[in-house]
Nanobody, 115 residues
């Protein structure tokens, strides 16, 4: 069984920074692509960033230049560094990890950016 545990998040003023972490534990076999999604109230879940097993990162246009996704394969952990945060970044953020035997989701963490 695989578990993903998220940490980080919270309340920050516009222009501030936060760092999210998502650590995988349990029966881990061949982590592939790692993802960060977010879901704002009343909106569909949105893909924010991805990072491949080789370290190639992609971002939704709205966060390019402000967010950085990274991974530590030795720790089975993916990170999302969020800088220059805006009120429209307010959402619940979820990690997702693609394993050889399927995809697993983190529990979600609230990020609130005040204006």
């Amino acid at each position: 069984q695989v578990q993903l545990v998220q940490s980080g998040g919270g309340l920050v003023q516009a222009g501030g920074s936060l760092r999210l972490s998502c650590a995988a534990s349990g029966y881990i076999f061949s982590i592939r692509t790692m993802y960060w999604y977010r879901q704002a109230p009343g909106r569909q879940r949105e893909l924010v960033a991805t990072i491949s097993s080789g370290g190639t990162a992609t971002y939704v246009d709205s966060v390019k230049g402000r967010f950085t996704i990274s991974r530590d394969n030795a720790k089975n952990t993916v990170y999302l560094q969020m800088n220059s945060l805006k009120p429209e970044d307010t959402a619940v953020y979820y990690c997702k990890v693609q394993f050889l035997n399927g995809d697993y989701w983190g529990q979600g963490t609230q990020v609130t950016v005040s204006s």
